[in-house]
């Protein structure tokens, strides 16, 4: 079955069964037209079920020749699967010629950071009339001088490990005046954060060593 024939009945596939917005068809079709028009110029292949592995990366090295960028590859890339697994779920092919083709890996660009007299003025900006002001301040002071860029993948825990350590220093102060006031003693009150670092100390030596090891 041709191409045309094939690319009218995904586009019902992906209006009717998928329920995607005109738009977002347009964009496929659009995509996987190019790929058509590369498989009859330079292969004369009329049909995309006689399609190989082989010329569909010479195809996405043709774009990468014409200054396509990374992002709009991943994306042709991400449709021209998505057209196959449609093929083999209508039993027009028995193999994905796309299953090991990989995208290309797209860089991130380092966001956009307030500059030095930015984050003195936010922190300048705390009421420290306010009972919460000097902690308020501590904690973004904290913020900016814990800086983040450079964990790479363990950013996000990185991020996580910091806002509970802040939120966490918060909580314990409050609790250990609590269990100051209440015991009318400071010294036992300081059993409050050794609880604390007793969890954290275990996490590292146990928790860390066994995700280590597995």
């Given at each position: 079955m041709g191409w045309d024939k094939e690319l009218k009945d995904y586009r019902y596939y992906l209006k009717l069964e998928k329920k995607l917005s005109d738009n977002t068809v347009r964009a496929y079709l659009h995509d996987l037209s190019q790929i058509a028009d590369y498989m009859e110029r330079e292969f004369s292949i009329a049909e995309p079920e006689l399609v190989t592995a082989g010329q569909i990366e010479m195809f996405l090295s043709h774009l990468?020749?014409?200054?396509v960028e990374k992002a709009t590859q991943a994306r042709v890339l991400s449709g021209i699967k998505?057209?196959?697994?449609?093929?083999?779920?209508?039993d027009r092919i028995e193999a994905l010629p796309t299953e090991f083709i990989d995208a290309p890996k797209i860089g991130r660009k380092l966001p956009d950071v307030l500059s030095f007299d930015e984050v003195n003025a936010i922190i300048g900006s705390v009421d420290l009339s306010n009972r919460f002001g000097h902690r308020n301040k501590a904690m973004l002071e904290t913020l900016y001088s814990c800086g983040l860029r450079g964990l790479g993948p363990d950013t996000k825990i990185g991020g996580a490990g910091m806002v509970m350590a802040i939120a966490g220093a918060a909580v314990l102060t409050q609790i250990q005046g609590i269990v100051s006031d209440r015991i009318g003693s400071i010294g036992t009150a300081y059993w409050v954060p050794a609880a604390a670092f007793a969890v954290i100390v275990y996490y590292s030596i146990f928790i860390c060593k066994e995700e280590r090891v597995s």
């Open positions: 990468y020749d014409t200054g998505s057209f196959f697994n449609y093929l083999m779920l209508n």
